[in-house]
């Protein structure tokens, strides 16, 4: 049973990873942040330090949302499970979903101009992230294997950025079906054929 400072813990650090992604790192205040913890902003300073450390506890948060759900996926759907998270991905629910989507596609952006010490932490999980979805991948060797990951979590992030920035969601579905079947391709084993 958790105690009432680990819940405000977790209710702080939901707040921060909603905030963040909704709005990205300048979009979003301290206040605002503690606000919707239903926190004062002394005890955000007093958990996260500074809006800095917010940021890069919701980024961690976020990735190992991802670290957690891609073994998930491979257990639950097997040989299929790139398809069903593709399917997921760059699903409705998901693309309109900007507070619950994925930390890669959200918060990528945020990071690129972050200090090195955020970059660090993004690269390690984001290794992780790579080194999970190429276990799943059948055929090849370790780094055949990795590159199709790396190409499959491309394809993914950046597919799903520009599907939620269409406005017309004709569009957007359009977009998101044909980067779909562009991810199902990047992770397949045709795809490391030429290396």
Request: proline share 2%; aromatic share 6%.
């Amino acid at each position: 049973m958790s105690t009432k400072k680990e819940q405000t813990r977790e209710r702080m650090r939901d707040a921060a990873s909603r905030s963040f992604r909704s709005h990205g790192y300048a979009g979003v205040g301290v206040d605002a942040i503690a606000k919707a913890a239903g926190v004062t902003s002394g005890a955000f300073y007093a958990h996260f330090g500074s809006k800095d450390g917010a940021f890069r506890d919701a980024l961690e948060l976020g990735l190992d949302e991802v670290i957690r759900a891609i073994p998930q996926y491979q257990s639950e759907h097997g040989a299929d499970w790139v398809r069903a998270f593709a399917d997921y991905y760059l699903g409705k629910a998901h693309r309109d979903d900007l507070a619950c989507g994925c930390a890669m596609t959200t918060l990528s952006p945020e990071v690129a101009r972050s200090e090195p010490e955020v970059k660090t932490l993004f690269e390690t999980k984001m290794k992780k992230i790579a080194g999970l979805v190429a276990d799943g991948l059948p055929g090849g060797d370790e780094e055949q294997r990795l590159s199709r990951a790396w190409s499959m979590l491309g394809v993914l992030i950046g597919g799903l950025m520009l599907a939620r920035s269409m406005k017309s969601n004709r569009l957007a579905e359009q977009i998101a079906k044909s980067i779909r079947r562009a991810a199902v391709d990047a992770a397949s084993l045709r795809a490391g054929e030429d290396d």
